[in-house]
């Protein structure tokens, strides 16, 4: 009967720096191939994202042209909700990456000083109109019940 011989302790280290050492430099090339061209697919049209529209608020990505229509409709973020009124355009040109910075104007009414003053002056008219005096000058009428 043949006696195997017990690898030495070197043996063994040796083995295993060689194993950690192929790991590693695969992960690296994967993580290399990953770096190199990250595909985005934008949320709106589901389709790879080239001309970047970047929501300034959050930072959520989509394709420039789905995010301009989605903005003139609502100014908020499609996939976390936020309200936003700028969307940075980032796309390349030659080897060059190009910016530029969009504003948009929400649909919602804020109430200013201003809009409060408009609003003030179109209910002094509305009340000053003869039809609604006479409404507002109507007596109301108590009812009550004798069930207590």
Same mark, same amino acid.
């Given at each position: 009967?043949?006696? +195997?011989?017990?690898?030495?302790?070197?043996?063994? &280290?040796?083995?295993?720096? $060689?194993? /950690?050492?192929?790991?590693?430099? =695969? *992960?690296?090339?994967?993580?290399k191939q990953t @770096?190199?061209?990250?595909?985005?697919?934008?949320?709106?049209?589901? *389709?790879? &994202?080239?001309?970047?529209?970047?929501?300034?608020? !959050? #930072?959520?990505?989509?394709?420039?042209?789905?995010? $301009?229509?989605?903005?003139?409709? =609502?100014?908020? !973020?499609?996939?976390?909700? /936020?309200? +936003?009124?700028?969307?940075?355009?980032?796309?390349?040109?030659?080897?060059? #990456? =190009?910016?530029?910075?969009?504003?948009?104007?929400?649909?919602?009414? @804020?109430?200013?000083?201003?809009?409060? +003053?408009?609003? @003030?002056? %179109?209910?002094?008219? +509305?009340?000053?109109?003869?039809?609604?005096?006479? %409404?507002?000058?109507?007596?109301?009428?108590? %009812?009550?019940?004798?069930?207590?």
């Open positions: 009967m043949e006696q +195997f011989e017990q690898p030495k302790k070197s043996d063994m &280290i040796e083995l295993a720096c $060689e194993t /950690v050492k192929k790991r590693i430099k =695969k *992960g690296q090339a994967k993580k @770096n190199e061209q990250p595909l985005e697919n934008c949320s709106i049209c589901y *389709g790879e &994202i080239i001309d970047k529209g970047i929501i300034q608020t !959050c #930072k959520h990505t989509y394709c420039f042209e789905c995010i $301009e229509i989605w903005a003139k409709e =609502k100014q908020t !973020c499609p996939q976390c909700r /936020v309200k +936003f009124n700028k969307i940075q355009r980032v796309w390349k040109q030659g080897k060059a #990456k =190009k910016q530029k910075m969009y504003n948009y104007r929400s649909n919602e009414m @804020n109430f200013n000083d201003g809009n409060l +003053f408009s609003l @003030n002056l %179109i209910y002094q008219q +509305f009340i000053a109109m003869p039809q609604i005096s006479n %409404i507002m000058n109507l007596g109301f009428i108590e %009812i009550s019940s004798d069930s207590e």
